[in-house]
C-alpha cells in the first residue's frame, strides 16, 4: 500500500467525494492527476464531463484522469492513447506515436510524461518508459 502526505489524501478525499470513484493514485503538480480503478473512468469524469468540471472549480486546478489496468500495455493505452505501438521488454516500455501527438503526451514543461512514467513506476511492472 502507498502511503500518501495529508495534501494528497484532502485531494483524493475531495475528488471521490465529487465524483462517487475510487481513486488507486494522485500526483499534483500544476495539473492533478488521478489514477481510477478498471471501468471508473466514465464515472468520475460524468456526463458532459460535468464531475471533472466541479472538481477543477473546487480544487482550483486543471485536472486528468487516467484508468488503470491490470494489464500493462493497456495500462499505458490507458493513460496515452495516441499510442501507435507499444512495445513491452521485460521492465521497460517502447511507445509510438504520431509526431503531432508528441506534444500533447509530454504535456506543458514535460508534466504530462513525468505523471504518466510516475503512475507506471507505482503502479505496475515497468520502470522505464521510452516515447519514439
Known amino acids: 500500500m502507498r502511503k500518501f502526505d495529508t495534501d494528497t ?17 494522485c500526483i499534483f503538480s500544476d495539473t492533478i492527476y488521478f489514477l481510477v480503478n478498471t471501468g471508473k473512468i466514465a464515472v468520475s469524469i460524468g456526463r458532459n464531463g460535468q ?11 486543471p485536472i ?6 491490470e494489464n500493462s500495455k493497456q495500462f499505458i493505452k490507458n493513460m496515452i492513447p495516441y499510442a501507435k505501438k507499444i512495445t513491452i521488454q521485460k521492465d521497460k516500455a517502447i511507445v509510438s506515436l504520431n509526431s503531432e501527438k508528441r506534444g500533447a503526451v509530454i504535456g506543458k514543461s514535460g508534466n504530462n510524461i513525468k505523471a504518466i512514467r ?3 513506476l507505482r503502479n505496475s511492472k515497468i520502470k522505464e518508459l521510452k516515447i519514439l
Not at 64 to 69: A, D, L, P, R
Open 9 to 25: 489524501i484532502r485531494l483524493i478525499t475531495a475528488f471521490e467525494n465529487i465524483t462517487d470513484t475510487e481513486v488507486r493514485d
Open 51 to 61: 464531475r471533472i468540471k466541479t472538481a477543477e472549480k473546487m480544487l482550483k486546478k
Open 118 to 120: 510516475e503512475f507506471l
Open 64 to 69: 486528468k484522469v487516467f484508468e488503470w489496468n
